[in-house]
């Protein structure tokens, strides 16, 4: 991510304070799991921003303001890692699905927050996996997102027949209230046939939506610029490689190295085979951004829970005996739990050298 806009993103959310914590940053419990609509959001009434600064279009020639005038819009700042923005898809789906002959216009901009989110070759990856069918403007120099003054990942900016900006969401949830404005600018634009019942699709896989009365554990990045509770003896040694040692334990939400890695402002990387990363959580879901150092590279690794391969509890890039392997960068959805959530430590050992992890978000 461009330093300008991570400051954006910062001030923002200092502005707001814990409420945040639904978006990109993680969220603790019901109570914040989601913003919410913006009540008076300061950009309503605006024209629909130029869309001329993409750097590439998927799923579409490239899109104008003007060329979209009649249509109803929903605008959705995306980036593929963002687990929030992956349980939001199983309604944008539906929305698309249900609504495209009324006349919605479902326009992603992916938005890239991690290096790896720049290259094309990714998106279109991801595009392809997770079954995107509507255009998708490619964002990388993040003029879309300037333009629209934006600061979240997602983000959902909903826009009339006419052009302008009728209200937004930032973050998950509210999807009645986000479908019934749907509703009512495509019958403000005199669609026939607009149906007044709402969606309400499962989430399969990193889609589901989250247990948030059990969610503790907030995301966390494991590159030194950005990090919380890290717990190994000696602390970091930023941008240099080193031997990290476990502690016995970790308190919740803190995470420790063992073996040789290196920090980097936006990453950790495991130099040698036997590299191990480990983090107390309570959740849910347990998923990690991570890829192989060189493109094209396959590291393999094996999770453990409580010492223990994870069993019925493993996520659904690993098996029961907690084996996987890296072979493209993107979120990797380690352990999925049932029944009583209660703080685990989690465990993730590198059997060959040249992984780089990210960060950790839970669900």
């Known amino acids: 991510m461009s330093p300008g806009i991570d400051r954006e993103r910062r001030s923002f959310v200092g502005r707001l304070g814990l409420g945040i914590a639904a978006l990109r940053f993680g969220s ?44 109803v819009v929903l605008v959705q700042f995306w980036t593929y890692t963002c687990i929030n923005w992956l349980r939001t898809m199983p309604y944008v789906r539906a929305w698309s699905e249900k609504y495209r002959d009324q006349g919605l216009v479902i326009l992603g901009v992916h938005t890239p927050e991690f290096p790896f989110e720049h290259e094309l070759g990714n998106v279109q990856r991801a595009v392809s996996a997770m079954r995107i069918e509507y255009p998708i403007a490619v964002d990388s120099d993040y003029a879309i997102w300037t333009a629209f ?50 969606v309400s699709p499962e989430g399969q896989g990193a889609e589901l939506a989250a247990e948030w009365g059990s969610l503790e554990s907030p995301e966390n990045y494991v590159g030194y610029e950005r990090t919380n509770g890290f717990a190994s003896p000696g602390g970091i040694g930023p941008d240099a490689r080193r031997r990290y040692t476990m502690p016995a334990r970790l308190e919740r939400n803190h995470w420790a190295l063992g073996g040789e890695w290196t920090l980097q402002p936006g990453l950790a ?41 994870p069993g019925a509890a493993h996520g659904g890039d690993v098996d029961e005996q907690g084996n996987g392997d890296i072979v493209e960068p993107r979120l990797y959805q380690l352990i999925r739990q049932s029944g009583r959530i209660e703080d685990r430590p989690f465990e993730i050992e590198f059997l060959d050298g040249g992984a780089q992890a990210y960060s950790f978000t839970f669900g």
Request: with cysteine.
């Open 28 to 71: 603790i419990g019901a109570a914040m799991q989601q913003l919410g609509c913006a009540a008076a959001p300061p950009f309503t009434g605006r024209d629909l921003p130029a869309l001329e600064g993409a750097t590439g279009w998927l799923n579409s020639p490239p899109l104008t303001p003007a060329g979209l005038r009649g249509k």
């Open 149 to 198: 003054d934006n600061a979240y990942w997602p983000a959902h900016y909903f826009v009339d027949a006419a052009g302008h900006i009728r209200g937004a969401q930032f973050g998950e949830g509210s999807y009645d209230k986000s479908e019934r404005l749907i509703q009512k600018l495509l019958t403000d634009a005199h669609a026939a046939g607009v149906a007044d019942d709402v």
């Open 269 to 309: 990387r495991v130099e040698a085979p036997g590299g191990k990363l480990g983090y107390a959580f309570h959740a849910r879901d347990l998923h990690l951004v991570m890829g192989p150092a060189t493109p094209g590279q396959r590291v393999r690794f094996r999770v453990r829970l409580d010492g223990r391969p």
